[in-house]
């Protein structure tokens, strides 16, 4: 299996622009996860999906941050409109079935927004 | 309160020798999980070790081994034999019922040749 794909893997934007991060989780993996990671924050939970269907959103951090999953080999995470401080390395994670199983982390996709 | 807390933000290890990277959490859910992952320079995250809260015995893979004490919440993490390839930042998470990861802010482990 190739792994959880996550692109672009760089990503520079300016203020204001609109932001879209994506990633295929592995093949036969039902629980889908977005993290954040920042020196001021340490790695943090944005949201994640069972079988499609977002289930924790509270991570996110305003509105300006949607999410979907139309299909269960695909997801989007969408910043618009995006601001510095969203300069971060997003990274997707999925697992099959949750609890007590480790997740996959995908590459990461770096961002930043000058 | 931190649900994890990593308090060594920096160790040096002599390769060849072990090392313990220490992990207190903070939970009252009876049934939970801790996970250790590694991530070196590159920034790829890599799971390493799982102990459940009502596993009996001491999780261990390969070289990595997790020194579990229950009722002090403590689940450290043991590198036997280091080597230089275990340069990297170390994270310790917990996993309550809901599925998700709550991440420590990280241990950044050298060793030394």
């Known amino acids: 299996d190739a792994g959880v794909i996550q692109s672009p893997r760089h990503e520079v934007t300016e203020m204001g622009q609109e932001v879209t991060l994506r990633c295929k989780p592995i093949?036969?993996?039902?629980?889908l996860f977005w993290y954040r990671q920042t020196m001021m924050r340490g790695l943090e939970l944005l949201i994640y999906?069972?079988?499609?269907?977002?289930?924790?959103d509270s991570g996110m951090p305003e509105d300006r941050f949607s999410a979907k999953m139309p299909n269960a080999s695909f997801s989007t995470l969408k910043i618009q409109p995006s601001e510095p401080r969203d300069s971060a390395v997003y990274f997707c994670?999925?697992?099959?079935?949750?609890?007590?199983?480790?997740?996959?982390f995908g590459p990461g996709t770096r961002l930043t927004v000058l | 309160a931190q649900k994890i807390t990593q308090t060594q933000p920096g160790m040096f290890v002599q390769e060849k020798e072990a090392v313990t990277l220490d992990c207190t959490y903070d939970?009252?859910?009876?049934?939970?999980?801790l996970f250790w992952y590694k991530q070196p320079s590159s920034g790829e995250m890599i799971f390493l070790i799982y102990?459940?809260?009502?596993?009996?015995q001491n999780a261990t893979e390969g070289r990595y081994s997790l020194n579990f004490q229950k009722a002090r919440k403590s689940a450290n993490l043991v590198i036997s034999a280091s080597q230089l390839g275990d340069s990297a930042m170390y994270f310790c998470?917990?996993?309550?019922?809901?599925?998700?990861?709550?991440f420590g802010a990280g241990t950044i482990l050298r060793v030394k040749s």
């Open positions: 102990q459940g809260s009502y596993d009996q």
């Open positions: 939970t009252s859910d009876p049934s939970y999980g």
């Open positions: 998470a917990i996993q309550e019922y809901g599925n998700k990861l709550v």
């Open positions: 999906f069972n079988n499609n269907v977002p289930i924790d």
């Open positions: 994670a999925s697992s099959f079935q949750g609890q007590d199983f480790e997740q996959f």
């Open positions: 093949s036969g993996h039902d629980y």
